[in-house]
């Protein structure tokens, strides 16, 4: 079956200082994959996504992510975390095969330090 | 820019009561998504729509339903709500296929009594 992994669940980090999400994900097919953020009380807003070509793709707010089909994985990373950046970040993860519909991750949430 | 809104923010109902989610989108997307959000879980698919009058089981379909009686509307309903159907419930919309962005709502919080 279909997952998606996200092994941290809380991340704190100071502000200016680098950030990395992780991300693991378990598909059957070439997957679709997609960064969303969750800023509080609001819906999610798409951050990045990949579908083929460069692994390394850009993003919305100086976030970036790499696929590395070899690890499975898509983490998501920004060099230096401003306060703004506090949210709830989820990994998202599709194919064609399994139709038009999405498997998201449990979320991390992201507190930034002053 | 693409709007999706949600009737209500808060909603607080009563154990047996029917409710009803209403979702709007002001795109002309095709696809339209019925998640559920809890801590610790993330967002599970409730139910889709690719078109009007057409709907499909998501991974948690059991205790709701679903209508899509205009292109523009997705409804999501509790024929009889239970304390565990208390969640924050999301709604959102996609032009086509799986490789586009989904664009959601600001979500509903619903508490079942």
């Known amino acids: 079956a279909q997952s998606v992994t996200q092994p941290d669940i809380h991340i704190t980090v100071s502000e200016g200082a680098s950030l990395e999400l992780r991300c693991n994900y378990s598909?059957?097919?070439?997957?679709?994959l997609f960064w969303y953020v969750q800023s509080p009380g609001q819906g999610l807003q798409l951050l990045l996504k990949?579908?083929?070509?460069?692994?390394l793709v850009q993003g919305i707010k100086g976030f970036e992510a790499e696929f590395k089909r070899s690890q499975s994985s898509f983490n998501l990373r920004k060099p230096s975390v401003h306060w703004s950046d506090a949210a709830e970040y989820f990994c998202a993860v599709g194919a064609r095969e399994y139709g038009n519909k999405l498997v998201f991750g449990a979320g991390t949430i992201l507190r930034v330090k002053s | 820019d693409v709007k999706v809104t949600q009737s209500s923010r808060y909603l607080v109902k009563r154990t047996g009561e029917k409710v009803f989610l209403e979702c709007v989108q002001d795109?002309?997307?095709?696809?339209m998504f019925w998640y559920r959000q809890d801590p610790g879980l993330g967002l599970r698919l409730i139910y889709f729509s690719y078109d009007v009058k057409m709907k499909e089981k998501g991974d948690i379909p059991e205790g709701y339903s679903v209508s899509r009686e205009k292109k523009e509307r997705f409804s999501l309903i509790l024929e009889s709500a239970s304390t565990n159907q208390t969640s924050m419930y999301l709604c959102a919309s996609a032009p086509g296929g799986v490789s586009d962005t989904q664009y959601f709502g600001p979500g509903t919080r619903l508490t079942v009594l």
């Open positions: 990949y579908f083929s070509g460069d692994t």
């Open positions: 598909y059957g097919a070439t997957p679709y």
């Open positions: 795109m002309d997307h095709e696809n």
